[in-house]
């Protein structure tokens, strides 16, 4: 049976599926590394002294599929320069590690697109959480950006699903401990006129293709 992918979650899983845990750097004082987790510096913690050499470790480690979530957040966080040299450290790691980055964009899209323009046919790129505008939404998917979205972005009115490419598309819980994978990806079947193991099928091609598993 083709599992539900959960691609980003601050939670571990009971589900019956795949999940990526996140372990925020230098935040957190324990790392979950038991099953597919990625490992990234948020923008939040851009000023914690840091490792770099025990952060790419850490990347080093099998179970280790993507670095972040990083990025820049112009609402929470040091000042916006030192979030930005800490994010661009990380495309460099991920280049070098040849590993996919999970994005946090809040308020600062223009910034973050102009920092990874050097970087779009080197690695892949993905914004987890996404709902903003359907304009930004296919400015990003048409940039080659990967899109992970929440059940919030299902309710949306402004949104043509099905102008939406499937294969650029993930789903994910995050921090909400109240709705599970298996829920997101119904009402997410529903806006995209699908069945719903047709779309889990799409999306476990997406997540091995990335990912090479």
Not at 8 to 37: A, C, M, P, Q, W
Request: charged share 25%.
């Amino acid at each position: 049976m083709i599992p539900y992918i959960n691609l980003h979650t601050h939670h571990l899983s009971k589900d019956n599926g795949v999940f990526l845990f996140n372990n925020r750097f230098g935040f957190d004082k324990e790392f979950y590394i038991n099953s597919f987790f990625t490992i990234g510096i948020h923008p939040w913690d851009a000023d914690l002294h840091v490792s770099m050499p025990e952060l790419e470790k850490i990347i080093l480690h099998p179970k280790c599929l993507a670095i972040g979530e990083c990025g820049l957040d112009k609402l929470k966080g040091p000042d916006i320069d030192i979030q930005k040299q800490i994010f661009v450290s990380q495309l460099e790691l991920a280049v070098t590690y040849q590993k996919p980055v999970i994005i946090h964009c809040v308020k600062a899209f223009d910034e973050m697109i102009e920092l990874c323009k050097p970087y779009y046919s080197k690695i892949s790129l993905i914004i987890h959480g996404f709902n903003k505008s359907q304009q930004l939404l296919f400015q990003l998917l048409d940039k080659g950006f990967y899109v992970s979205l929440h059940a919030s972005f299902f309710n949306r009115t402004d949104v043509d699903f099905l102008k939406m490419p499937k294969e650029k598309i993930f789903l994910e819980t995050d921090d909400d401990e109240r709705v599970s994978i298996d829920v997101i990806y119904k009402k997410a079947a529903v806006c995209f006129h699908q069945s719903n193991d047709d779309l889990k099928e799409k999306i476990y091609t997406n997540f091995t293709t990335l990912f090479k598993l």
